[in-house]
């Protein structure tokens, strides 16, 4: 069965810190992009980071300089270190794996950026 699990969400208080993790299985995950989507309530998924087979890293504007993203090949993860975080960043956030054609999400894991 192919599937990415994301872990690591939860509440965390404006300015603070949370790293999210995304584990997949069943397909050869180092030849995929990897990715982190973000959907806001009542919002539009959007892309967040995204990191390439080697490791190469892009990220949206409103994330460049606080967030991280970074893969395990061994360990078949993708990682997200949120750095700063805003209250308007309270969001499922969606791991993605992407190979020619083919494109695999996870479930989401809910972040609440909140006091």
């Known amino acids: 069965q192919v599937q990415l699990v994301e872990s690591g969400g939860g509440l965390v208080r404006p300015g603070g810190s949370l790293r999210l993790s995304c584990a997949a299985s069943?397909?050869?995950?180092?030849?995929?992009?990897a990715s982190w989507f973000r959907q806001s309530p009542g919002g539009e998924r959007e892309m967040v980071a995204e990191a390439s087979r080697d490791g190469d890293t892009k990220y949206a504007d409103a994330v460049n300089g606080r967030f991280i993203i970074s893969r395990d090949n061994r360990k078949h993860s993708i990682y997200l270190q949120m750095n700063s975080v805003k209250p308007e960043e309270t969001a499922v956030y969606y791991c993605?794996?992407?190979?020619?054609?083919?494109?695999?999400w996870g479930q989401g894991t809910q972040v609440t950026v909140s006091s």
């Open positions: 069943g397909l050869t995950f180092s030849l995929y992009t």
């Open positions: 993605r794996a992407q190979y020619r054609h083919y494109t695999v």
